[in-house]
Structures are given as C-alpha cells and as structure tokens.
C-alpha cells in the first residue's frame, strides 16, 4: 500500500511541476498571466485532479477558471507526451479561496501589531 502512495505522490508532484510549465509555455492570455497552482487534490480514487490555482491580479475568477478548464484537454495531451503515459487523471481547475483567506488574517494580525507598536 505505502509504495502505491509513494507513486500516486511521484506522479502528483510530476503533473505539478509539468503543468506549471506548460501554462507559463503555452498560455498567452494575458488575463491568466499571474495564475499559479497552490495544490492538487486527487478524487474520485485518482480517476481525477482537482488543479487549485490562485492568482492576485485576477479579476474574473470564474472566466479564469473556465479557460483554465477549456484548456485541460491540452494539458491532458501535453502531460502524456511528456510523461510517456496513456492514462491520466482529468483535470479539473479550481479557484483556491484559502488563500484570500490568510490573506485576510495576515492582514488582521498586522492591524493589530501596528495598534501595539
């Protein structure tokens, strides 16, 4: 079982590293340009990846999602090429909200450092 987690991780950080490379490669959307993958979460027993990205000048969160999505069957083509595989998981992107949120607390705990300074 571990060696299946080990490889499940392996294969994980890979798409990680691939996909990263591929959207800095191949987007020319200027609107994606500062969109970078905080996590991905396998569901669905592996059969998928849920892709969260997250970026701060986004304006459109949902359009920037929608392109992300209708390009994964690109990255579906070009992670295979790559990755000598013929299976993959599919790829679905998110918006990683959490981030915002520490944001929001990171912005908080310095208001309330600068009222005890």
């Known amino acids: 079982m571990r060696a299946t987690s080990t490889s499940s991780q392996r294969l994980h950080t890979d798409i990680h590293r691939l ?5 800095q490669r191949d987007i020319s959307d200027p609107r994606l340009a500062d969109i970078n993958i ?10 998928k990846l849920i892709i969260w990205v997250h970026g701060y000048q ?3 969160r949902i359009d920037c999602i929608d392109r992300l999505n209708r390009l994964a069957s690109h990255f579906m083509y070009e992670l295979r090429l790559a990755m000598a595989r013929r299976h993959l998981p ?3 992107f998110k918006w990683d909200k959490a ?3 520490g944001g929001a607390v990171l912005d908080i705990l310095n208001k309330l450092e600068s009222h005890h300074a």
């Open 19 to 23: 996909l990263t490379t591929l959207m």
């Open 38 to 47: 905080t996590r991905i979460e396998p569901v669905a027993g592996g059969q």
């Open 58 to 60: 986004t304006e459109d």
């Open 90 to 92: 599919k790829l679905s």
């Open 99 to 101: 981030v915002d949120k």
